[in-house]
């Protein structure tokens, strides 16, 4: 079952902050976010494993709520590099699949 | 360069035909998966071949087959090609599992257009 990601869409100036959210109806094991820029191949950001932890890739970290199956990934201070779609991919236990959810199109303007 | 290959980039076919998209994972690599994208649309996961074996299967359509080889390498066997079938496939390779190791290294993708 995939992933409900919201907003399907967000812009930016530079330097302002975003958060994609990332929900799940069933209990996860672990929440994976991947960033794929136009025509491009999506790209690892990072993993979080059950437990509530935070994790950070230059200025975008992310958190994982264990307990309501939901994850966030926070863009702060955006820069022009940001731009691209955002897909979070859950796992749940012994599923052996990482499911995406339908994306959220960032778009950060000068 | 995530490592993963993937053969042909681009094909162009008939509805009613069959076509083979090959993927080589990253050298060590022993899980293969393999996503479809549609125009605009998210991934959706089709299966997941760990080692040689089946590990998850996905929505993918009876018309699919795929399977992994000895030497780790894989191959999405798509047949009676309809129009809806045109998206760009892509396959992502990891060290293991997916928890156990963390990130896919996902292929540029074969873009198959049905006419």
């Known amino acids: 079952q995939q992933p409900v990601q919201s907003p399907q869409a967000v812009i930016l100036r530079e330097g302002e902050d975003a958060v994609i959210n990332c929900s799940s109806s069933?209990?996860?094991?672990?929440v994976h976010w991947y960033r794929q820029k136009h025509g491009e191949a999506p790209v690892f950001l990072m993993i979080?494993?059950?437990?509530?932890e935070q994790k950070g890739h230059e200025k975008i970290s992310a958190s994982f709520n264990e307990k309501k199956q939901q994850s966030s990934l926070y863009l702060t201070a955006s820069q022009l590099s940001y731009s691209g779609t955002y897909f979070c991919?859950?796992?749940?236990?012994?599923?052996?699949?990482?499911?995406f959810g339908a994306g959220t199109t960032v778009t950060v303007r000068a | 360069d995530s490592g993963v290959t993937q053969t042909p980039k681009h094909l162009i076919t008939a509805t009613g035909q069959r076509v083979t998209l090959r993927c080589s994972p990253r050298?060590?690599?022993?899980?293969v998966y393999w996503y479809q994208q549609s125009l605009d649309q998210g991934l959706q996961f089709l299966i997941h071949?760990?080692?040689?074996?089946?590990?998850a299967k996905g929505n993918i359509l009876e018309r699919f087959s795929a399977q992994q080889f000895p030497d780790l390498h894989s191959e999405l066997n798509l047949s009676s090609l309809e129009l809806g079938d045109s998206a760009l496939y892509f396959c992502?390779?990891?060290?293991?599992?997916?928890?156990?190791?963390?990130?896919?290294?996902f292929g540029e993708g074969s873009r198959l257009t049905v006419l």
């Open positions: 991919g859950t796992e749940r236990p012994n599923d052996y699949k990482l499911s």
């Open positions: 069933k209990a996860l094991y672990s």
């Open positions: 050298s060590g690599d022993l899980s």
């Open positions: 992502a390779s990891s060290p293991g599992q997916l928890s156990n190791t963390g990130e896919l290294f």
């Open positions: 979080l494993l059950k437990g509530g």
């Open positions: 071949y760990y080692n040689g074996e089946e590990r």
